[in-house]
């Protein structure tokens, strides 16, 4: 290594030193050895390059003269070399090809590659090269042959130098810089066979000249600024086989003298300002396999000699101004898979040789935005190859062809903008690889096809401005693909099949302006639908129409508080803040909505009867079965919904009589949620429990599964956890008894503080004990492999007394029959900015990890004060990705809840804020566990509490 870097120093600073002191070096080795100092060599390929070595003609990507044993070629394609082009390849005096591509070498390109006066090839090309290429490196250019600097970041003129290199045979300076005008005499390098200029900011024409490159096989100016006519002389470069202007600004006609191309099979002049008619004489291009006209000035009729063109495969004449009818000869084409004549003004009916079936490769067909008439031809022949089809855009009639049932293939159908009439026939579920179908601004009747759901791949359905009637087929539920579906501006009727909550993928679902009726679905997409999608239906109700359903939704009602308030026991403390009561005729009779009054009362009569007759007749036994928790006291089985079975898991009187004075008394719903009512209520021994009635009853499991996930649930006991006392089951009525705190919840602490009270605030020692005693919790749930699922402000409650929180609502999900993301993300749609993203992701498997997302959420709600989601005026500002922006910007104190009044040790609310940014990572095994959490809060603040220990 020293060798080569007293070697490097010399060579570096003067290159004329180092032959003196080198002289039993090879020439070779050393160059390369200093050519390898300069890169950087990230994955090592060049590793065999030793400098010991005598020959370096071992050496990876190094040939050698098997005579003279002189490296005369250097491949390093893809080697992932950086740095720069140092000097040490001049040294390399017989090197013939020198290929370094696909490489990340940077700086300029040296002018002293000009002495390498052997170099045939010289590929530069996919560096990250910049600067202008010297003047000097093509000076003596004699036997330069190919040139590639191609995919770079060079920039100025192209040298003039270039001209010289009369033997160049390809030069490749495509997508790079250059720019201004072509060196002169470019155009008689009458070597060239490729000649790549395409993709910089050339500005020149084509010169006449043109017509000595007699060897010119591909031509490619491709997206430069290139203008004027294209010179007749072109007709001369007879093995011209690819031709590419597309993208410059050349005008005028094509030269007549195209018709001599005879080898030409790629032409393409694509958005350019071409005019006047296409000639005949291109029929006798007959190589032509792609010919590309579109966006140009062209006009008038096409010439029948595109009949000639056997050999077409994609013809694209898009964007012009091209007249009068498709001609019939274009029947020949019979190799034609793409074909496209949008936005021009052909006339005519449909061309009936498209239709006929000679077209058997015909992939891609676009007549739309013309002037075509008439009816589409009903049969599609044999063109069940046809993946796209649009006829949009014209002034088609007649119905829409039985036919499409035929095009098996088909990806996209679009029959949109036109005049059809009649219904959408059934044949449409015949087309089973349909992606997108549009069929919007016609005049289509009848009913949408059930059939439809035989197109599984479909992803877009565009049925609007029609007059369209019936109801939305169910079986567009099983469109489990579906994103976009506008089917606003028709007739349609009924309700909304409820089933369509399960499309997954929906991104809009546009109903609007027709006669629907009935429930919006409720779930999935349907929480956010935007009320425009669902304006002007007379009938229609849910939250997005702003419209309660009848029977469904429970009127909302504002009580006089002062008229109730004394049927609160005293030792209710009311809940914070709670200025009036919002009640629902629901609550007004305490369980169930209307139709439940009659079975709600009279089961909680029930209740009380058999708790009587339990606490006279067999007390002894329920007061066993309690303590130990698994024998069921089990009542006489019946199927009538009011015989129920009451357990309780402590040794507390279970009695309900006051209990059911408060059941039905409207004040004593303490809150709802996703999973049902929480009503409050005393046993006689002035145990005060909460009771949650489970609105989810129709979705509970059998009664076997509920008690085994209502009695694992029980065992659940910590400081931090609710205690779940008991419960209560009948087919249509199911009661959680649990233990009641009298804080009230976290949210309400947080978010609520009554305005009077600004004092009530919880204090930073307050905010860190309830982040760890929620910490401590979910641990201990976990440890008992239960996930909580529904983690939230407004699940954490605060013991009044010591002020601790405890976990409410953990694993209720368990209840229900599966853990079925839909229902999951609907039950608790109310936690909203709380839901961990594996939740939308149907192949993530649900972990405790979303408890710890949750958690995270939590920890910064505490902390700032703020609620996950925060609508503001014309904003919504996610809370996480606020504090996530505000430590990146090292403003995160600012997120810290003003109420604080900077009463807080930043040295343990940034960490805290930080942890919750960890818990809220979008990868789940990324977040921490819960018990890892609790550590790291107890490490967090230990530093405090031993100091204040040292002070005191
Ligand atoms: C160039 O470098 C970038 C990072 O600097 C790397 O991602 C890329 O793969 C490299 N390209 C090549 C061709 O080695
Ligand atoms: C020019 O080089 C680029 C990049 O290596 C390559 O993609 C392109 O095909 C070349 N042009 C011709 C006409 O070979
Ligand atoms: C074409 O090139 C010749 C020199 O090769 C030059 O004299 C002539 O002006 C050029 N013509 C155009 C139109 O640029
Ligand atoms: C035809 O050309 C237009 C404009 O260049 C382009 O947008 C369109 O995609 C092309 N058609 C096909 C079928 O490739
Ligand atoms: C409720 O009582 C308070 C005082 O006890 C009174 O100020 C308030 O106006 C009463 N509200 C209503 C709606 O009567």
């Given at each position: 290594m020293t060798r080569l870097l007293v070697l490097f120093c010399f060579f570096s600073l003067s290159p004329l030193l180092v032959k003196p002191l080198s002289l039993s070096l090879n020439d070779d080795v050393l160059g390369l050895i200093v050519f390898k100092a300069d890169v950087q060599d990230p994955t090592g390929k060049l590793a065999s390059w030793d400098e010991?070595?005598?020959?370096?003609c071992g050496w990876a990507g190094v040939k050698c003269n098997s005579r003279s044993n002189q490296v005369v070629e250097l491949n390093l394609d893809g080697f992932s070399l950086s740095g720069r082009l140092g000097r040490g390849l001049l040294q390399l005096k017989s090197l013939r090809k020198l290929s370094l591509a696909k490489n990340n070498l940077t700086g300029s390109i040296n002018a002293n590659f000009a002495r390498l006066d052997n170099l045939r090839i010289l590929d530069l090309s996919e560096n990250g090269l910049s600067g202008s290429v010297p003047d000097e490196l093509f000076q003596q250019c004699g036997s330069l042959k190919s040139v590639s600097f191609a995919r770079n970041k060079l920039s100025g003129e192209i040298p003039k130098s270039l001209t010289r290199c009369s033997s160049l045979v390809s030069l490749n300076l495509s997508s790079n810089q250059f720019s201004g005008p072509l060196p002169e005499g470019i155009w008689s390098l009458s070597a060239i066979r490729v000649l790549d200029l395409s993709r910089n900011a050339l500005e020149d024409g084509i010169n006449e000249s043109i017509q000595r490159m007699k060897n010119l096989r591909a031509l490619t100016l491709k997206g430069n600024r290139m203008y004027g006519a294209v010179p007749g002389g072109i007709g001369s470069c007879l093995l011209l086989r690819s031709i590419d202007l597309s993208e410059n600004s050349f005008s005028g006609s094509l030269p007549d003298t195209f018709s001599q191309l005879t080898l030409c099979n790629y032409l393409d002049l694509h958005g350019n300002s071409f005019s006047g008619e296409i000639p005949e004489s291109i029929g006798e291009v007959r190589a032509l396999e792609t010919l590309d006209l579109s966006d140009n000035a062209f006009s008038g009729k096409l010439p029948t000699s595109l009949g000639n063109l056997v050999s077409l495969k994609v013809l694209n004449l898009s964007g012009n101004s091209l007249s009068g009818p498709l001609p019939e000869s274009m029947s020949s084409c019979q190799s034609l898979q793409v074909a496209d004549f949008s936005w021009n003004s052909f006339t005519g009916g449909l061309p009936d040789w498209i239709f006929k079936g000679r077209l058997q490769e015909l992939q891609t067909l676009d007549l739309s935005s013309n002037f075509f008439t008439n009816q589409i031809p009903t049969d599609f022949g044999d063109l069940s190859g046809l993946q796209f089809l649009n006829l949009s855009n014209n002034s088609l009639t007649g119905s829409v062809p039985k036919g499409i049932g035929m095009l098996k293939k088909i990806d996209v159908l679009d029959l949109s903008d036109n005049r059809l009439n009649g219904s959408i026939p059934s044949e449409v579920g015949g087309a089973g690889s349909l992606k997108e179908l549009w069929l919007q601004n016609n005049e289509l009747t009848g009913n949408i096809p059930a059939s439809m759901d035989k197109c599984y791949s479909l992803t877009t359905l565009l049925l609007s401005h029609n007059y369209l009637s019936g109801?939305?087929?169910?079986?567009?539920?099983?469109?489990?693909?579906?994103?976009?579906?506008?089917?606003?501006?028709?007739?349609?009727?009924?309700?909304?099949?409820?089933?369509?909550?399960n499309l997954a993928h929906l991104l809009t679902f546009n109903i609007s302006h027709n006669q629907l009726q009935g429930q919006l679905p409720l779930g999935g997409f349907f929480n956010t639908i935007s009320p425009s999608s669902v304006s002007e239906n007379p009938s229609l109700c849910g939250a997005p129409v702003n419209r309660s359903c009848p029977g469904v939704l429970p009127k909302p009602i504002v009580l006089n508080p002062n008229s109730t308030g004394d049927t609160v026991s005293g030792s209710f403390p009311p809940p914070l803040g709670r200025k009036r009561i919002i009640l629902s005729i629901s609550a007004l009779i305490a369980i169930g909505a209307a139709g439940m009054i009659v079975i709600g009362v009279i089961a909680i009569t029930v209740l009380n009867l058999r708790v009587q007759s339990i606490s006279a007749s067999r007390s002894a036994a329920a007061l066993t079965f309690s303590g130990v928790g698994d024998e069921l006291f089990s009542e006489s089985p019946g199927t009538d919904a009011n015989s129920g079975k009451l357990v309780m898991f402590s040794t507390v009187d279970p009695d309900f009589s006051t209990g059911a004075h408060a059941l039905l008394n409207k004040d004593c719903e303490l809150g709802r949620g996703g999973f049902g009512a929480?009503?409050?209520?005393?046993?006689?021994?002035?145990?005060?429990?909460?009771?949650k009635k489970l609105t989810v009853s129709s979705l509970v499991k059998s009664q076997d599964d509920f008690e085994r996930e209502v009695k694992k649930l029980g065992k659940v006991r910590h400081p931090n956890i609710v205690a779940l006392e008991g419960y209560y089951w009948t087919p249509s009525l199911q009661l959680l008894i649990s233990e009641f705190v009298s804080g009230g919840s976290l949210y309400k602490h947080l978010h609520e503080a009554s305005a009077g009270d600004s004092k009530s605030s919880l204090s930073w020692n307050d905010r860190f004990n309830i982040i760890l005693g929620t910490a401590k919790g979910l641990a201990h749930l976990h440890q008992t492999n239960i996930i909580h699922y529904n983690i939230k402000s407004s699940n954490v409650l605060i013991d009044s007394s010591s002020g601790d929180p405890k976990v409410a609502d953990f694993g209720l999900a368990r209840l229900l029959p599966m853990l079925d993301r839909y229902v999951l993300s609907s039950k608790i749609q109310s936690a909203l900015g709380y839901m961990a993203p594996e939740f939308a992701c149907r192949t993530v498997k649900i972990t405790e990890k979303c408890d710890v997302y949750g958690f995270g959420v939590l920890v910064l709600e505490i902390v700032a004060g703020k609620r996950p989601v925060e609508y503001m005026e014309d904003d919504v500002v996610v809370l996480c990705e606020m504090v996530r922006g505000s430590l990146e910007d090292g403003r995160v104190e600012e997120c810290v809840d003003g109420e604080l009044k900077g009463n807080y040790p930043a040295e343990e609310a940034i960490p805290v804020m930080k942890l919750g940014l960890i818990c809220t990572s979008q990868v789940p095994s990324n977040r921490p566990d819960m018990a890892e959490v609790v550590k790291i809060l107890e490490l967090i603040r230990c530093p405090s509490e031993g100091m204040e220990e040292e002070l005191v």
């Open positions: 010991d070595d005598d020959s370096a109801p939305i087929p169910s079986s567009m539920s099983r469109l489990g693909n579906l994103q976009i579906v506008d089917l606003s501006y028709n007739n349609l009727s009924g309700s909304l099949p409820k089933q369509l909550a929480v009503y409050r209520t005393i046993l006689r021994d002035d145990h005060p429990v909460a009771i």
